[in-house]
């Protein structure tokens, strides 16, 4: 039987720290992406072996892109705990009620819905979005003021009915969703977790390298609130269009762009530049439209019943991933950032019939393995060359080179994918330069 | 910017170590679960706050049964990861193309298909496996006998239409599945494997506390082979019937059950003993079924053609949850097995107005999150009786209780769940004793 503190270990090992042979990898590169596939981050993905196209908009995840996506995901939770937020999983098939209390059943309100229908009789829809089965669940749970605040969240399969999908996994119709769901008292303790959520945002996007591209967006908010946040990376390969005020660090979606939102914000169109951007992420004051509709109430300090305040909190794990892809990526392929790459360290042995060298590169696997480096080994039966352009199209961002000229040379070849900076390190001490690097 | 080697321990952490204070968890425990929820293991995971119903079959899952999944999904990946197993996932999302090759897109032929429409035309269905997409995602990558064998696998929500949906989470419409499948050169090699992944099997149920109920169950085999292993976990809660053999130590399924099976077998049938069973696992030879259909082929050492010989290896963690609250529960409510708890430890505090009582216990709560115990810590405002009971109900297998009696009796009080049995061990003493328990 385990015993109660060898669990903890064990149960959070094996996740991502396994290193692998290269040569056991089942996917390979490949030289071409399928021709019918423009997208760039969708087209780095496949040939990388990352990604597998199903269909337009419906992408599945191989070794190396589930394990990049798994460390988005452990980014994107780790943010969303440190501010309070219990983690849940809801469904996908729902059920018609919570959302015809809402208007939101009618496919004219939610354009996106795919339907579905019971074997034994019933419509079903498949999610797009959680707040009514939520709302629901917490109104079984929040009572009284005393039961608030509350945060919660999910990593969930969205489906949505997209007319056009053509910007690979930027935007599929089926895609895991980080929502979260904010329950507070009012306004004011809304407003005071709206930014602490926007800062966490945007420490999220810091820690994927896309922080200093990534700007905070003023967007249309619905019939609850005069304004939304988007975050919008600023990129060539974005759907949307923003006008961006370069030294104030803000900008204005088109679709809110207007005189009076422009003299709402002090700015001047003038100083504006028009930008393609991705929406990486955005966080909507959703006020008592929900809660009102669904019955989510709660008793206040004076025995007044009153609606919950709500707000609704997104970023698409998938969507960050092939925004990261198109920013970072150069002309040899992938870049990615430290904390969400498929692995830590790409080892890469040239033993070219040299056994000393296939030696060395096994032990030095063996060694990284034991201190805990996630490691990818190119130990295949392939000239330099295409061990090189394979590895720079991977994108791991610190490769580790052994060859005869390195082993002549008493050391290890360290070559930073990002910087393209090269240095020769004794063996003994590449553990050591790894922990600082 | 975070350096290489803190990345790994950073990354696996926040996932499930978290301690946390039950007056913040926003579920309760109930009294009643809801009058339609005819099974056990449903009625006390909706009363401990761990799911929620969205219809019949359709659970969602709250902070606290999240975490159990989560452990459990964890013990499976560990052991596909330790059998050479390669973790993808694949979309719900399925185009009929592959699925007709195989003649397996007719309703007639897979009777649980869920089928929607894209918006802008074409027939889809939700995914009830995935033999077809994984099968033309592989015929991509494997060419010759150097790149076999192969095995990959993943957690993904399955789909299934199923006209009776009254165990709970034992058979839901939606639900996670590990599914793995296997590719060989040849039978030989398959059948090695095969028995590699039915040992596998067997130590995961070991570690969730179901292994001496759950017998290997010879069922029907279908079109290619004719058994295939079932993993059956006795229990009246089961929807299955198996005859079996207890001092062999296997069984018969019922739809498999016949004079030939028994003869092959060597089992008398005034030997075996019916049962009923929950089917926790299924493994299953294909053969070359799936592959010929779908151009799975491979050129093998002579440099003929020959088609990938296939195995599918199913576990439901969350039918596994359902079995170990079936089999494993008594009349107060959910015994957890350690490895998959929600939290290792639950601290109890029942101050009674004695300020040092709490002192004492947010100290030893400080403590525990400080030494890596994953501990809940019922800080809440209620009596005794109360937090007991829904202690025993929630079913964490160590509690720890601080009051003024275990104060003046210089330590604190350790219930074993599943035992019963109590000690008192001296405060300084009870990490030691957490790390030997």
Not at 191 to 206: D, L, Q, V
Request: hydrophobic share 40%.
């Amino acid at each position: 039987m385990a015993r109660a503190a060898d669990c903890f270990a064990k149960r959070v090992s094996g996740l991502t720290m396994r290193p692998m042979r290269q040569s056991q990898l089942f996917t390979k590169t490949r030289r071409d992406a399928p021709k019918d596939e423009v997208a760039k981050n969708a087209q780095l993905l496949i040939r990388g072996g990352f990604i597998h196209k199903e269909m337009a908009g419906v992408y599945s995840f191989l070794p190396l892109g589930l394990r990049v996506l798994n460390n988005i995901v452990q980014v994107i939770r780790e943010e969303m705990n440190a501010i309070g937020g219990q983690e849940v999983a809801l469904t996908a098939l729902q059920s018609p009620e919570p959302w015809t209390k809402t208007g939101r059943w009618r496919d004219d309100v939610i354009d996106v819905w795919f339907k579905t229908k019971l074997k034994n009789g019933g419509e079903l829809g498949l999610a797009t979005t959680h707040e009514e089965p939520l709302s629901a669940v917490m109104a079984e749970y929040i009572h009284s003021y005393k039961d608030l605040p509350k945060y919660v969240y999910q990593f969930q399969t969205k489906f949505r009915n997209e007319l056009r999908a053509k910007s690979g996994i930027i935007r599929a119709r089926e895609f895991l969703m980080k929502d979260l769901y904010s329950f507070n008292r009012d306004e004011k303790e809304f407003r005071a977790f709206y930014e602490t959520c926007a800062a966490a945002y945007k420490k999220i996007f810091e820690r994927v390298w896309i922080g200093e591209k990534t700007v905070r967006t003023f967007a249309s908010g619905g019939v609850f609130s005069k304004y939304s946040d988007e975050f919008q990376c600023i990129s060539p390969a974005g759907e949307d269009t923003v006008y961006m005020h370069e030294e104030k660090g803000i900008a204005v979606n088109k679709e809110a762009y207007t005189d009076e939102v422009l003299a709402d914000l002090g700015l001047d169109a003038d100083e504006l530049a028009e930008k393609r951007a991705i929406e990486v992420g955005n966080i909507f004051p959703l006020g008592t439209r929900f809660s009102e509709a669904l019955g989510l109430c709660f008793k206040d300090e004076k025995g007044q019943t009153a609606p919950v305040v709500m707000g609704s909190y997104g970023i698409g794990p998938g969507r960050v991933m092939g925004a990261v892809v198109e920013v970072l990526s150069d002309e040899k392929g992938i870049v990615w950032p430290r904390e969400i790459s498929p692995f830590a360290v790409h080892l890469v042995a040239l033993p070219g019939g040299n056994a000393e060298v296939a030696r060395e590169a096994d032990r030095l696997y063996e060694l990284l393995g034991e201190s805990g480096v996630e490691t990818l080994y190119d130990d295949r039966d392939a000239r330099a060359g295409e061990k090189f352009a394979d590895a720079d199209l991977i994108g791991i961002p610190t490769r580790l080179t052994v060859s005869e000229r390195t082993l002549a040379e008493g050391g290890v070849e360290v070559y930073g994918r990002q910087d393209g900076k090269t240095a020769l390190i004794p063996d003994s001490a590449i553990i050591d330069f790894l922990k600082k690097d």
